[in-house]
């Protein structure tokens, strides 16, 4: 039940914050795309049953909800940063540089944001690193969820220009089948450069 998840947005009320958003990635794993951050605060008083990690859901339920969740979202934003940027600056950069332009391009500015595990963001607002947040809380849960179908999406639409490579599969992660493409057709502009270093072992 999502209302399961509210210990930490109830702790953040009763120290005084009246706006709690989430913030959470999607696709740091993936051999080639974009990672994809979201950010929203979510009202307490009508909650979504349902909502969880994104990971814990099945395609069909993270679509349905993503839909509700932005129709009761307060406010939302989610972010790109491509693959080009992530061989410059790694990863883990990227996710934060995602994170930082989702949160401080909300319309609403939050009083403090919630985030997957993540720490040291620089933002002008307060954050609150949780570790397993996504499972633990209800704006991080909400905010993977319209992550994670704003990234599979991309992902699918990529899929039709390379139509040989399956991304509407695997949405760029290192599987058999995407690594045998990649193998038997080369390497895409979309490919993380930095990612694909085993590939001198195979």
């Known amino acids: 039940m999502a209302e399961s998840k ?27 795309g974009p990672v994809c951050v979201a950010c929203v ?4 008083d009508d909650i979504i049953d349902g909502v969880d990690d994104s990971k814990k859901l099945s395609e069909k339920k993270r679509e349905f909800l993503f ?32 994170m930082k332009n989702a949160i401080e391009n909300m319309k609403i500015k939050p009083d403090i944001v919630l985030v ?8 002008n607002v307060a954050t609150l690193p949780i570790i397993h947040g996504d499972a633990l809380s209800y704006n991080i849960a909400a905010a993977s969820i319209l992550a994670k ?20 599969k695997h949405k760029g992660y290192g599987t058999k089948q995407h690594i045998d493409a990649i193998k038997k057709y080369g390497v895409l502009d979309i490919h993380r450069k930095s990612f694909l270093g085993f590939l001198n072992n195979v």
């Open 6 to 32: 509210l210990e930490y947005e109830n702790k953040m009320m009763a120290h005084g914050y009246k706006l709690v958003a989430g913030v959470d990635e999607v696709g740091r794993g993936p051999l080639a």
């Open 41 to 44: 605060i979510m009202p307490l």
């Open 67 to 98: 839909e509700k969740i932005k129709e009761k979202a307060i406010c939302y934003q989610v972010e790109f940063v491509d693959e080009k940027t992530i061989d410059k600056i790694n990863i883990l950069e990227a996710t934060k540089l995602a």
């Open 116 to 123: 997957d595990a993540i720490k040291n963001l620089d933002v």
């Open 149 to 168: 179908v704003t990234r599979d999406r991309l992902m699918c639409e990529i899929a039709k220009k390379y139509p040989e490579y399956g991304f509407e």
